[in-house]
């Protein structure tokens, strides 16, 4: 059984192209699953969609029981106003959040503290420069502006993870508006700035932005009204119910696969 406080983030990571090459292993998550996770699993139309909702199920649940002694299929869930999800009579006080994009899966899971995570795939296709004239901070389209264009995708990747990472926290939807939370990444820390209807006391915010090898950009957001200091994060690679228990391990045994972080840290 893992251990976590209020002063810990672990991250799973999940590799959803291995996952879904293996059918045996697919089968043993459809026992974990809910009547209702089961009724949505039969609702998607293509079998790699399939795939990745039962595999991302797994992981939320196996995850979970390495906290408490609760049953992977087990844990009740319920879903606030705004749609984020949380635990029914947990044992623990533990706080999760979810992201999936390409083939990679990634689950934060906390103590008392609210979080959101953002994983995209930089080689997705979006007129990002677009995007971030229309709906980011007028900073932050400078800062873009600034860069060589060469480095400019990464950056905006870097940006909208760390913004979804924030808005998912938060437990609301990008109709906040995207840019109320203006980020600038300088010298491996994240600073934010935030618009005063967001009613955001800044000390209680902690960011992170990491490179998943050259595939993927991923922000963590944390909400610790009990402390300034921001959180250690714990990566883990994840491979749920897998009989070999080396197929999960922390991944500063895999580090070549995780870079340093572009930035992280508290809000200035």
């Excluded at 109709?175 to 491996?188: H, I, M």
């Excluded at 000390?203 to 300034?228: I, V």
Aim: net charge negative; charged share 20%; aromatic share 10%.
């Amino acid at each position: 059984m893992l251990t976590i406080d209020s002063q810990a983030v672990h991250i799973w990571i999940l590799d959803l192209a291995r996952v879904t090459a293996q059918p045996a292993l697919l089968e043993r998550y459809h026992p974990l699953l809910s009547e209702e996770e089961a009724t949505r699993l039969g609702r998607f139309a293509f079998p790699k969609l399939q795939q990745h909702y039962l595999a991302t199920r797994a992981l939320v649940r196996t995850c979970l029981s390495r906290y408490a002694d609760v049953a992977p299929h087990a844990w009740r869930f319920a879903q606030q106003q705004n749609g984020k999800p949380y635990l029914v009579d947990s044992p623990v006080p533990l706080s999760f959040n979810l992201s999936h994009a390409g083939d990679r899966a990634v689950l934060a899971v906390t103590r008392d503290n609210a979080v959101g995570i953002d994983i995209e795939p930089l080689s997705r296709k979006r007129d990002w420069l677009g995007i971030a004239e229309h709906y980011f901070h007028s900073s932050e389209v400078d800062a873009l502006n600034a860069l060589p264009e060469a480095q400019q995708h990464d950056y905006f990747f870097r940006l909208w993870t760390l913004k979804e990472a924030y808005l998912k926290a938060r437990g609301t939807g990008i109709s906040t508006g995207l840019d109320k939370a203006a980020f600038q990444l300088d010298r491996g820390r994240v600073r934010a700035q935030f618009a005063p209807e967001l009613a955001v006391e800044p000390s209680e915010w902690h960011f992170f932005n990491y490179q998943l090898g050259d595939e993927y950009s991923l922000s963590l957001a944390c909400h610790s009204p009990a402390s300034s200091t921001p959180p250690q994060l714990q990566f883990y690679q994840s491979w749920p119910l897998a009989t070999d228990q080396q197929n999960e391990l922390p991944t500063d045994i895999l580090s070549n696969r995780l870079s340093e972080p572009a930035a992280g840290g508290q809000p200035a």
